[in-house]
C-alpha cells in the first residue's frame, strides 16, 4: 500500500484543485505530532467534497467531530526595546500585548475506509465567539456530522448553516447558554422554581382585579 | 378572577353519551369520496420509559396504521455534561468518570482514554500491559455481545431464557473482573502507562478455564437462537442498512461489517499490540438485524481465539511505564485522538492539552451516539415492533449517548 500523503502535499493538490482557498497546517507539539489543515469557513464544503472525491485520499469516513472554545486570551510581554531618549541610545522596557484566541472552532477527524488510511484532520474557525458563529455544516457531505454538529451546536453554539435538522440534542429546547463554553457559569441552583412571594406575587398581582388582590 | 362559564348547550331530548345528528354510531370507518377508507397519522412517543429502550431514549414515532413513516430519536435525559466535568479535573481523576460512558464496557473504555492519554504524553506500556488490556478488552467483548444478544431476544419477546443464560456467563467473566480490580463492573482499571495492578496469583488460570468453558455455551446459544424460525422471521430482511450508507454515516464495530465492509480498528490501527495475533473480521452480506446478531455471534469466536494466543503468550514483567506520572501529570501543549475498536464500534478521545494538569478539552467519540444516525433511515416502512428490533440490534448504551 502506498504510504499516504503528507500534509503539505495534500495542502498543494488542495490549492490546484479548489481556486480561492486559503489552507494553513496547525502544527501540533504533543509527541503524538498529529497536525492539521485549517481550512477557510466559505471553502470548508468544497473541501470536503474535494478530500472525499479525491482518488489518492478518498476520505470517505468522518469519524470524530468536535467544537473547541478559544476565547480571547491577552498575553503581555515584556521586551527590551533600544530607543534614543533624549539624544541618548538607551535600553527601555515596553509591554508588549498580544491577543490571541476569540473564536470557536470545529474539528473533523476524517478516514479512508475504502484505502484503510488516516487521519487527516481539518478544522474551520467561527469569524468571533458572540454574532459570527456561523460555519458550513458538512452534513451534506457526511452523514456522520448530523448528531455531532447538532450536539456542537448545543454544547458551544457554533451555528451550522446547511444543516438539516440542527436543534438542541443533549439539553433542552428551553435551555439557553451553551454549556461546554469556557466562560459558561452554572446556575446557583439547578431546581430553581419561583415560589408564590415577594417578586412572583408582585406579578401575579397584574392578573387579579383590584378587589380580589391579596 | 372573573370567569364566565358557558354551559354547551344540550339537545333536548337526546340522551347525553350519543352524538349528535341522527343519533347513532356507526361502526363502519370513515370513508372518502373515492370510497377508501379515511386514516390519520398517529404520533406516538415509544419511552422513555419503555423497557425496549435500553435505558431512557425516546422514539417520536410517526405512524400509519402499522407502518412507520418518520422516526426522531431524543436523547438527553441522561446528560450530565460528562465532557465538562473531565475537564475540571486532573487527568488521572476522568478514568472513574470513563467507566461509566458505556457502563458494560468499562475496560475498553478505560483503555481508549488511557491509550489517547499515552499518545498526547508519549509513554509506551510495557508488554504486559499491552497484554492485559488485549484480554480484558476481549472478555469484555465477549461479556457486551451475550448481552447484547440476550436483550435483543428478549425485545423481540423471547422473555428471560436467552437472557438469563448470556447474563450467566457474562457473570463468570465478571467475576474475574472483580478478583483483578475489586469491582464487577466500574473497575477503574487501567492507568496510563499501563495498568493499576499486575494480575493476582493464578488469576490466568481461571481465566483460561472461563475461556475453555465459553465455546460449549456459545455453541447452546448458537443452537437455541440461530436457526429459530421466529427469530429468523422476526430478523431477516428487517433494518436494512446498506454499505454506502454505513459508511457515509459513520457506522462503525459489528453494524458496519454486518453491512459488508470490512473495517475493523484492530486490523486498521493495529494499536496494543493486535498485530501478534491471528484472528478474523466477520462479514454480513445483507445488513439486516440477522446479520448484526450473527456478527456478533461470530465475532464472540474470533475474540476467544484472541484470548487463547494471549493467555498462552503473556509475559512476565511490570505493568507500568516507570516515566509515567500519575500525579502532577502535566503533559505538553498539542492535541491528539486515538480510538480502538470498542465492543460497539470505533470510540476515540480526543484530547487539547494546554500544559496544565486538566485537559483544555476532553471529548469523548461515542459509538452509540453515531450509530443511531441512521435509525430512522432503517426502520422507516417497517412495522412498530420492528423497531424494536432494530434498535436492539444497534446496541446502544445511554450512558454513552447523553454522557
Not at chain 1, 7 to 20: F, H
Not at chain 1, 86 to 100: L, W
Not at chain 2, 106 to 112: D, E, F, Q, V
Request: glycine share 8%; proline share 7%; charged share 25%.
Amino acid at each position: 500500500m502506498m504510504p499516504m500523503q503528507t500534509l503539505e502535499e495534500i495542502k498543494k493538490r488542495l490549492e490546484s484543485a479548489v481556486p480561492g482557498v486559503c489552507v494553513e497546517i496547525v502544527s501540533n507539539d504533543s509527541p503524538c505530532q498529529q497536525r492539521s489543515l485549517l481550512v477557510d469557513r466559505d471553502h470548508g464544503p468544497q473541501v470536503a467534497a474535494w478530500l472525499r472525491r479525491d482518488d489518492a485520499l478518498r476520505l470517505d469516513y468522518l469519524s470524530n467531530v468536535t467544537g473547541v472554545d478559544w476565547p480571547e486570551v491577552v498575553t503581555k510581554q515584556k521586551i527590551k526595546v533600544k530607543r534614543k531618549v533624549d539624544g541618548v541610545e538607551k535600553e527601555v522596557e515596553e509591554v508588549v500585548q498580544t491577543r490571541s484566541g476569540g473564536y470557536l472552532e470545529a474539528v473533523y477527524h476524517l478516514y479512508s475506509m475504502e484505502l484503510k488510511q488516516g487521519a487527516v484532520v481539518i478544522r474551520m474557525r467561527t469569524g468571533d465567539r458572540d454574532q459570527q458563529n456561523k460555519l458550513p455544516s458538512l452534513t451534506p457531505i457526511w452523514r456522520s456530522a448530523e448528531l455531532q454538529e447538532r450536539e456542537i451546536y448545543d454544547l458551544f453554539g457554533i451555528v451550522f448553516e446547511g444543516h438539516p435538522d440542527l436543534r438542541r440534542i443533549l439539553m433542552w429546547d428551553g435551555f439557553e447558554a451553551h454549556p461546554m463554553r469556557r466562560d459558561y457559569v452554572e446556575p446557583d441552583d439547578y431546581e430553581y422554581e419561583p415560589t408564590p412571594h415577594d417578586s412572583v406575587l408582585a406579578k401575579a398581582k397584574a392578573h387579579y382585579p383590584p378587589e380580589v388582590a391579596p | 378572577m372573573k370567569t364566565t362559564v358557558v354551559e354547551p348547550p344540550v339537545p333536548s331530548g337526546a340522551p347525553v353519551g350519543l352524538p349528535a345528528g341522527d343519533g347513532r354510531f356507526s361502526l363502519l370507518p370513515k370513508t372518502s369520496f373515492d370510497g377508501r377508507v379515511e386514516t390519520e397519522l398517529l404520533e406516538v412517543a415509544m419511552g422513555p420509559h419503555h423497557p425496549s429502550t435500553h435505558g431512557v431514549f425516546r422514539m417520536d414515532v410517526v405512524l400509519d396504521g402499522e407502518t412507520i413513516v418518520k422516526l426522531k430519536p431524543v436523547f438527553g435525559y441522561l446528560h450530565r455534561n460528562h465532557e465538562k466535568i473531565a475537564e475540571n479535573v486532573s487527568y488521572l481523576a476522568s478514568i472513574p468518570y470513563t467507566d461509566r460512558l458505556d457502563y458494560l464496557c468499562s475496560m475498553t473504555n478505560n483503555w481508549a482514554y488511557a491509550l489517547s492519554v499515552e499518545k498526547l504524553a508519549g509513554l509506551e506500556p510495557p508488554e504486559r500491559a499491552e497484554y492485559i488490556r488485549v484480554i480484558m478488552a476481549e472478555l469484555t467483548r465477549l461479556a457486551n455481545h451475550v448481552c447484547l444478544i440476550g436483550f435483543l431476544a428478549q425485545d423481540m419477546g423471547a422473555l428471560g431464557t436467552p437472557l438469563m443464560y448470556g447474563f450467566r456467563e457474562r457473570e463468570k467473566i465478571l467475576d474475574l473482573f472483580e478478583a483483578l480490580s475489586g469491582s464487577r463492573m466500574m473497575c477503574n482499571y487501567m492507568r496510563f502507562g499501563g495498568c493499576r495492578l499486575d494480575l493476582p496469583p493464578g488469576w490466568v488460570r481461571e481465566a483460561r478455564v472461563v475461556v475453555d468453558n465459553f465455546p460449549k455455551f456459545l455453541e447452546e446459544f448458537d443452537n437455541l437462537l440461530s436457526g429459530n424460525e421466529i427469530l429468523m422471521a422476526r430478523t431477516q430482511g428487517v433494518g436494512v442498512l446498506t454499505a454506502e450508507l454505513a459508511v457515509n454515516a459513520g457506522i462503525t464495530g459489528p453494524m458496519l461489517r454486518a453491512s459488508g465492509v470490512n473495517y475493523d480498528i484492530r486490523k486498521v490501527d493495529r494499536y496494543g499490540i493486535y498485530d501478534r495475533f491471528e484472528f478474523r473480521v466477520p462479514l454480513g452480506d445483507h445488513g439486516d438485524v440477522y446479520d448484526r446478531y450473527m456478527i456478533r455471534l461470530l465475532e464472540m469466536w474470533e475474540s476467544l481465539k484472541i484470548l487463547r494466543q494471549a493467555l498462552d503468550d503473556i509475559p512476565e514483567g511490570p505493568v507500568m511505564d516507570p516515566n509515567a506520572k500519575i500525579r502532577n501529570f502535566k503533559p505538553k501543549p498539542g492535541e491528539c485522538y486515538e480510538r480502538i475498536e470498542g465492543p460497539k464500534g470505533e470510540l476515540g478521545f480526543y484530547l487539547v492539552s494546554d500544559g496544565g494538569a486538566n485537559p483544555y478539552r476532553y471529548r469523548v467519540r461515542p459509538p452509540s451516539l453515531v450509530n443511531l444516525t441512521v435509525l430512522e433511515d432503517m426502520c422507516l416502512g417497517h412495522n412498530v415492533a420492528d423497531a424494536v428490533a432494530i434498535l436492539g440490534s444497534v446496541d446502544i448504551v445511554l450512558g454513552e449517548v447523553d454522557r
